[in-house]
């Protein structure tokens, strides 16, 4: 007898599609209702085209919650208090749910993200935190390989994690109070939490290594140029010259190992302005004689279109993620979704909630990781190395919201 989960997802944007084609690809996993503010119909119609069932299109999220196992939130996430809400209530109105999966960030605030975690305990959810990074092939794949290197030689001592495109798909993810930042809130969560993973001698858990200090910065190097706030301004309806949010986000975190009191580094850049193929994700890492990387532009796969054949290229995008260019030599990854780390990290969620438990990422790693972005707000704003281990600066952190985030982001991006 087969086993599935029944997923209902809430949203119906660029996650939630891209969500939809990893999900296709975990045996058991189906998607059987949607609830969106708009776009629930053409996300319902993708997924029967693909092969994927006929998902429900319900009006409202306590209308669908009887009739699934799992919700996925891949709203936006200014909506993420109203919708976690909606679904405590159903599930105290007797919705059976097994799980509720948040993608990230899990809020935009550490008080937001708070908030939910306090939300899902109250009606006895479990949770999963999806971030992606930590699944990726090649990141467990290494994780493997360099197991019995570390044991003998000691663990990484250093990552160094970018992720970096040429900028968002949705107007809200410009808007620094929807969205809650920039470049930073957007990405720095994915590569942060990477690095952070990485760090972790083999063995130990993903919080580990205990956060000791960050350094940050943060510039508006590309979208705050007049030419390029103007084309912002029409194809988004956002306005940097009043509101602007950073494009450009590096810093370096500090952790201690408390069993030896080993400090390691894990750097991280991301970027809203990276004119290359499309989006990159490049990894490495260095222990005592031993190093990885990998480089997500690389692919087994590239094809030349000439000038003559591009106005046939249907769909840049088609080929990668942001795509910068439809001419030339492109990169092509033909399974996008599995690069990332998409469906694996839905199979992890898929056995964990069948088994009763959290998924390997609860929303209370999610908290955490809200709470290292918030500080290199903090780092970066204050132009200080901010201390991770001072309990008046971990006090500051659970109210503060960056000025950036606040709309007042020309006084320190200008």
Request: charged share 20%.
């Given at each position: 007898m087969s086993i599935t989960?029944?997923?209902?997802?809430?949203?119906a944007g660029f996650i939630a599609r891209f969500q939809l084609a990893a999900m296709r690809q975990v045996r058991g996993m189906d998607v059987v209702g949607i609830t969106a503010r708009k776009g629930g119909p053409a996300l319902a119609k993708l997924a029967r085209e693909t092969g994927f069932?006929?998902?429900?299109?319900?009006?409202?999220?306590?209308?669908m919650a009887p009739h699934v196992d799992c919700i996925a939130i891949f709203c936006p996430n200014f909506a993420r208090i109203e919708v976690v809400e909606e679904i405590v209530a159903a599930v105290k109105a007797g919705a059976n749910l097994k799980g509720v999966i948040c993608?990230?960030?899990?809020?935009?605030t550490v008080a937001e993200a708070g908030r939910l975690v306090d939300l899902a305990a109250s009606a006895g959810l479990h949770t999963a935190y999806f971030e992606n990074q930590l699944f990726m092939k090649a990141v467990q794949a290494q994780r493997r390989q360099l197991e019995p290197v570390q044991k003998a030689m000691g663990p990484l001592s250093l990552t160094r994690c970018a992720e970096e495109h040429g900028g968002p798909h949705e107007p809200w993810f410009w808007d620094p109070a929807q969205q809650g930042g920039g470049v930073l809130s957007d990405m720095g969560c994915h590569s942060i939490a990477v690095g952070w993973y990485l760090l972790n001698p083999a063995g130990r858990g993903i919080t580990f290594l205990q956060p000791v200090s960050v350094s940050a910065e943060v510039a508006l190097l590309k979208w705050g140029q007049p030419r390029w706030r103007e084309k912002l301004l029409k194809d988004m309806g956002i306005d940097y010259s009043r509101t602007p949010a950073e494009d450009f986000a590096t810093g370096i975190f500090t952790f201690r190992n408390p069993e030896t009191?080993?400090?390691?580094?894990?750097?991280?850049?991301?970027?809203?302005?990276?004119?290359?193929?499309?989006?990159?994700?490049?990894?490495d890492g260095t222990g005592p004689g031993y190093a990885f990387e990998f480089n997500t532009l690389v692919s087994p796969l590239s094809v030349f279109v000439g000038d003559q054949a591009a106005d046939t290229v249907r769909d840049a995008e088609a080929a990668m993620e942001k795509s910068r260019a439809s001419r030339g030599l492109l990169?092509?990854?033909?399974?996008?979704?599995?690069l990332y780390g998409y469906p694996d990290e839905n199979e992890e969620v898929f056995h964990a909630f069948l088994a009763g438990r959290d998924g390997m990422l609860p929303w209370s790693y999610g908290l955490e990781?809200?709470?290292?972005?918030?500080?290199?707000?903090?780092a970066a704003e204050s132009k200080k190395n901010v201390d991770l281990t001072d309990p008046k600066t971990l006090k500051e952190?659970?109210?503060?919201?960056?000025?950036?985030?606040?709309?007042?982001?020309?006084?320190?991006?200008f």
């Open positions: 989960l029944r997923v209902g997802i809430v949203g069932g006929n998902p429900a299109v319900y009006k409202s999220i306590s209308e993608e990230k960030p899990l809020g935009r009191g080993q400090k390691v580094k894990a750097q991280f850049t991301n970027s809203w302005m990276f004119e290359k193929q499309g989006l990159r994700i490049l990894i990169s092509v990854h033909y399974n996008e979704a599995d990781i809200t709470r290292l972005v918030t500080a290199a707000y903090l952190l659970e109210t503060y919201m960056p000025l950036i985030q606040q709309g007042r982001g020309a006084e320190i991006l």
